[in-house]
């Protein structure tokens, strides 16, 4: 099976652009996860999809927004960049029925740079 | 709300030595994840631990779960430059979200 896919691995915004990323989950999986990883701050969660609906949402602004598609594709969106956004965003995917004891499969990551 | 502590935040490792690393919750967790970020790349999941007291072992780690699901820890004994990366632990206390540690960034020394 194909891993976890991430569009684009890399990207320079200015402050005050808005920018969108996309996740494309391992085949099968219906569950996706996306977190912020910064030096400082570790990996912080973000917010979790679930068959298009938004199951779990971290304590991030609501400039960080994000959505499901029907095949399971996830974006996320971040309105109004600030400078503090830079940082590498994951995507993670997991198959996920009614726990959440399933293992999370992560993609490489989009390192976004804001300046 | 629900809090998962990491410790060492950083691990400096003569080749050979062992080590361990400890993540604490402070509340009751349903099951503990390990992942593993090699520099320049992503989490990679190691192992979950569900039960009480529970202990795994792959190869040179032994992974634990404390007997009130709410410590573990990892302990790698003759480490290899090949174990340099960031542990993260990740635990969560219901349905969906892992909350992770901050992770031990381990540095081998050869």
């Known amino acids: 099976k194909a891993g976890v896919t991430q569009t684009p691995r890399y990207l320079i915004k200015t402050r005050g652009q808005q920018v969108t990323l996309s996740c494309s989950p391992i085949s099968g999986h219906r569950s996706v996860s996306w977190y912020q990883q910064t030096p400082g701050q570790g990996l912080q969660f973000l917010f979790e999809y679930f068959s298009e609906t938004q199951r779990n949402k971290g304590n991030f602004p609501g400039r960080f927004s994000g959505r499901q598609f029907s095949n399971s594709r996830s974006e996320m969106n971040v309105s109004t960049l600030e400078l503090g956004d830079s940082a590498l965003y994951l995507c993670?995917?997991?198959?996920?029925?009614?726990?959440?004891?399933?293992?999370?499969?992560f993609g490489p990551g989009t390192r976004l740079t804001v300046l | 709300g629900q809090q998962v502590m990491q410790i060492p935040q950083y691990q400096h490792v003569q080749e050979g030595e062992d080590f361990t690393t400890y993540c604490n919750s402070s509340t009751t967790l349903s099951n503990i994840q390990w992942y593993k970020q090699r520099p320049g790349g992503h989490p990679v999941f190691l192992i979950q631990?569900?039960?009480?007291?529970e202990v795994k072992k792959q190869k040179r780690l032994t992974f634990q779960f404390g007997e009130a699901k709410k410590n573990s820890s990892l302990h790698i004994t003759a480490t290899q430059t090949t174990d340099v990366g960031t542990y993260f632990c990740?635990?969560?206390?219901?349905?969906?979200?892992?909350?992770f540690g901050a992770g031990t960034q381990v540095v081998v020394t050869p």
């Open positions: 993670a995917s997991r198959t996920n029925t009614n726990t959440a004891a399933d293992t999370q499969y």
């Open positions: 631990l569900v039960k009480s007291g």
């Open positions: 990740a635990g969560t206390t219901g349905w969906g979200k892992l909350q």
